[in-house]
């Protein structure tokens, strides 16, 4: 599961990958310089990096993501879940509708999520 | 001497110069204490000009005027410890053969401190060598945390202009020289962040983030030195203190609330992590900057008035040397003592001296008899009072070497009135360019040796080790070593 770990960096860096993905890799230096500030040996770097790692693929100059969004998600979800709510989901609910109104739509959704979960 | 040890000598002369200008600057500051602070601060700057700068200039309203040094000290370096503390003597060849004496002579090493049995030299070539290594330890270890540093906030993410943010800092940071740009943690409040933005972007216009690392680097130089490392501490804390009063003055006195909270929530966010790296920018010193924040008021026009006066002031003083107040270097009037040693020199000099250079002008007619008897101690006044002694020597234009900076010269020196020339070897580290020949003679000359007809014999100094040589010998001039055939 550590695979799914990213630095804030890495986590926008794949997020741009996301969005584009299949994308050329002189495009993503681009959009990097653009988006993130970063010289193309930084992204380079990092990109280099993340294929090591597994994440990301970079075939004949073109990158695409072997991880979901979904994925990095659950885990960083997880994450808090674990290390701020001892792993308790109402914890963390009640935390997080503390002093705040739902949506009469959100609360339906939710209502739907739960029920899924459930099954 | 070596290279190393004079260099050393250099920095240990600036270090206790820039102790004292230190002692004045923080007694100045705690008058200022009510003052702006920006005030504080800029009186750091003659401090930091005495620990990099060995020159300066002369000025009637020196602060040295005031405290009494026990120091030698010509137009530029005050001089505390003569380089050629405890040198006995400069090793020489002597062959009888003048051209080749000074040819051989020049190449041999200026008396070696490690070779002397002087217990003063061998201490002082074991301190520049601990001084040395300190210098390069803290300089590498400054290097690769910079290094580090600028690894880590390579990817940084850009979040508009030269601000930009990730997750390896836990506090603002002002990274890099040319074009400095401002790292802040991830998820700060939007209020935080704009207050931190004026604060870092107030340091960059006032180029705070270019004077802290000159200053680490005097610092370094000066490592052994713990006043150093006490003003360096409080002169960040005033930095830091007049770039909080500056961002004050910009967003009103409603601001100093929330100003002082930010500051608060991001010590409080602070690991430690970039706290020994002095080349970035930390939060610190934070209760006392909180202190000074909520009691900062616009000052009133007198008191800036007041203010400003006494610091340019303070600052000139602390900057400048006092004028020289010895006579004219040279002069054979001045030489009381001088001649009392050079009775104890060796039975004197003849006229056969050895070989003459050639555009030495001819000693005068009286110059026998005067070489004859300046070896007894009877006719010095007599000596000093003849009105047929030659006045002191230019120095030769064709001989002197201007902006010279360092390598082995052969010191040409003219003995009045007897013997025209000798010839002295040296090894000159500092610039020599416009030194007077008391400034030579204090500084650069090691040793002195007459010939007396049969062999070389060296010239005491006139007040033992630290002492000048004495000043009938006139100096003439200065080239650069020839290279030995």
Same mark, same amino acid.
Not at chain 1, 91 to 105: D, N, P
Not at chain 2, 18 to 26: D, F, H, L, N, R
Not at chain 2, 111 to 129: F, G, H, K, M
């Given at each position: 599961?550590?695979?799914?770990k990213l630095f804030d960096a890495e986590y926008k860096f794949v997020?741009i ?8 890799s002189?495009?993503l230096v681009?959009?990097c310089a653009?988006k993130l500030g970063w010289k193309k040996s930084t992204t380079y770097t990092v990109l280099k990096k993340l294929c090591g790692r597994?994440i990301l693929?970079n ?61 | ?49 005495? +620990? ?85 330890t803290l300089l590498t270890y400054s290097i690769v945390s910079y290094v580090k540093t600028r690894g880590k906030l390579r990817t940084a993410t850009l979040v508009?202009?030269n601000v930009f943010e990730t997750d390896a800092v836990e506090t603002a940071v002002v990274c890099g020289f040319i074009r400095p740009k401002i790292y802040v943690p991830l ?13 870092e972007?107030?340091?960059i216009?006032?180029?705070?983030h270019l004077?802290k690392p000159?200053?680490y680097l005097?610092?370094i ?48 966010r602070r690991k430690g992590l970039l706290a020994a790296n002095p080349l970035a920018f930390g939060e ?114 064709? +001989? ?86």
């Amino acid at each position: 599961m550590e695979k799914y770990k990213l630095f804030d960096a890495e986590y926008k860096f794949v997020s741009i990958i996301w969005d584009n993905e299949p994308i050329n890799s002189t495009e993503l230096v681009k959009i990097c310089a653009e988006k993130l500030g970063w010289k193309k040996s930084t992204t380079y770097t990092v990109l280099k990096k993340l294929c090591g790692r597994g994440i990301l693929q970079n075939r004949d100059a073109t990158v695409t993501a072997l991880v979901k969004r979904e994925d990095v998600q659950r885990y960083e979800s997880r994450a808090v879940l674990e290390k701020t709510f001892d792993g308790s989901l109402p914890k963390f609910l009640t935390a997080f509708l503390s002093g705040r109104k739902l949506s009469e739509q959100e609360a339906e959704e939710l209502k739907r999520i739960i029920e899924e979960a459930v099954k | 001497m070596s290279l190393l040890g004079d260099l050393f000598m250099t920095i240990v002369n600036m270090s206790i110069t820039a102790s004292c200008v230190a002692v004045g600057v923080i007694l100045v500051r705690l008058l200022l204490k009510k003052a702006p602070k920006i005030f504080s601060y800029v009186l750091w700057a003659p401090v930091l000009f005495r +620990l990099v700068c060995p020159f300066s200039f002369d000025s009637a309203f020196s602060f040295f005027n005031l405290v009494s040094l026990d120091a030698k000290q010509g137009s530029e370096a005050y001089e505390f410890v003569s380089p050629d503390t405890g040198v006995i003597q400069t090793p020489a060849i002597r062959a009888d053969i003048g051209s080749f004496d000074s040819a051989a002579n020049v190449s041999l090493p200026a008396a070696d401190p490690t070779a002397s049995a002087d217990p003063v030299q061998i201490w002082l070539a074991v301190l520049s060598l601990v001084w040395i290594l300190g210098v390069i330890t803290l300089l590498t270890y400054s290097i690769v945390s910079y290094v580090k540093t600028r690894g880590k906030l390579r990817t940084a993410t850009l979040v508009e202009g030269n601000v930009f943010e990730t997750d390896a800092v836990e506090t603002a940071v002002v990274c890099g020289f040319i074009r400095p740009k401002i790292y802040v943690p991830l998820n700060i409040r939007d209020t935080d962040l704009s207050y931190i933005l004026e604060h870092e972007r107030t340091h960059i216009r006032r180029k705070d983030h270019l004077v802290k690392p000159l200053a680490y680097l005097a610092l370094i130089l000066h490592w052994f030195n713990p006043l150093m490392w006490l003003c360096f501490s409080l002169m960040s804390r005033d930095m830091e203190m007049s770039c909080d009063e500056s961002v004050l003055r910009k967003l009103g006195d409603s601001a100093k609330n929330g100003y002082s909270s930010s500051l608060l929530s991001l010590a409080v966010r602070r690991k430690g992590l970039l706290a020994a790296n002095p080349l970035a920018f930390g939060e610190n010193h934070v209760k006392t900057r909180i202190k000074n924040i909520l009691d900062f008021k616009k000052p009133a026009f007198w008191g800036i008035a007041v203010a400003v006066t006494a610091v340019c002031a303070a600052v000139i003083a602390f900057t400048a040397n006092p004028p020289e107040k010895e006579a004219i270097p040279g002069s054979i009037q001045d030489a009381g003592p001088a001649d009392a040693e050079q009775a104890a020199a060796p039975p004197s000099t003849t006229p056969s001296a050895p070989a003459t250079p050639s555009d030495v002008t001819p000693a005068p007619a009286t110059s026998t008899s005067h070489g004859q008897t300046a070896a007894t101690s009877t006719d010095h006044d007599q000596i000093a009072a003849a009105p047929s002694d030659p006045a002191p020597p230019e120095l030769d234009p064709t +001989l002197y070497m201007p902006s010279v900076n360092e390598g082995q010269y052969e010191l040409l020196v003219e003995v009045r009135p007897s013997i025209p020339m000798h010839k002295v070897t040296n090894t000159l580290l500092i610039s020599i360019t416009n030194l007077s020949e008391e400034e030579y003679r204090s500084k650069f000359l090691y040793s002195i040796e007459q010939f007396d007809g049969e062999k070389w014999v060296a010239i005491p100094r006139s007040d033992g080790m630290l002492g000048q040589f004495p000043s009938e010998y006139g100096l003439r001039g200065i080239r650069p070593k020839p290279h030995n055939t």
